[in-house]
């Protein structure tokens, strides 16, 4: 059974700094994995979606890597600002391929000005 | 419409009740989620549509909860005789085909809250 896992729960950083959002998954057997953001009392915003033949994918200040060997996923985010600031959502599409996600906790961060 | 809607925004039941959440997905996405988002357990999957049919409704978590979806579009998910445990956001999502490339665009979601 695919368990994500991620850390940290909660991220402070000041406006300006690179962070680095971490996620691990149990099971390697994965089409893709995907990292969404979500803003208070909204649904989730897709940021980046790495397919299992893909090691990475950017967009904008966005890095997202992949290692499937590893069960591990990095979010880097380049220049922080309080824009930012939201619950970020990684999700596995195992192996069945019928697009079912299973979500990890999710990383709430925070960007100070 | 350009994104997902889903409807009502909020409800608030009183625990017994029935009651019946809908979906309007992004036209033409021939795939259709269920989630729910509740403190404590994360956001979970409930069910998905393929079409008209549902290949995969391993996550409805009794027999209480039931969903349907009509003509390759609108879906309702109903939950009848509403349990405290119930209170959560219910999200729905569509997407295009189920391909590997292809991501899933969520709606704002239903809060429910059983009293």
């Known amino acids: 059974k695919q368990e994500v896992t991620q850390i940290p729960a909660a991220l402070s950083v000041p406006e300006g700094e690179n962070l680095v959002l971490n996620c691990s998954f149990t099971d390697s057997a994965i089409y893709n994995l995907q990292w969404f953001r979500q803003d208070p009392g909204k649904g989730l915003t897709s940021l980046l979606l790495i397919q299992s033949s893909q090691r990475e994918q950017t967009s904008g200040r966005l890095n997202a890597s992949l290692d499937k060997s590893s069960g591990r996923s990095t979010l880097y985010i380049a220049a922080s600002q309080p824009g930012d600031s939201a619950t970020y959502l990684c999700a596995a599409d195992g192996s069945s391929n019928t697009g079912k996600l299973i979500f990890g906790q999710g990383t709430t961060l925070q960007v100070k000005p | 419409g350009a994104g997902v809607s889903q409807s009502p925004s909020n409800k608030v039941t009183e625990k017994g009740k029935d009651v019946e959440l809908r979906c309007d997905p992004i036209s033409g996405h021939t795939a259709l989620y269920w989630y729910r988002q509740s403190l404590g357990q994360g956001l979970e999957f409930l069910i998905y549509f393929q079409g008209n049919s549902a290949p995969d409704k391993s996550g409805l978590p009794s027999d209480r909860f039931s969903a349907e979806r009509t003509g390759g579009s609108v879906s309702t998910l109903t939950i009848q005789r509403t349990q405290q445990e119930d209170s959560a956001v219910y999200l729905c999502?569509?997407?295009?085909?189920?391909?590997?490339?292809?991501?899933?665009?969520f709606g704002p979601g239903t809060r429910l809250t059983v009293l």
């Open positions: 999502a569509s997407r295009l085909i189920a391909g590997v490339s292809d991501t899933q665009y």
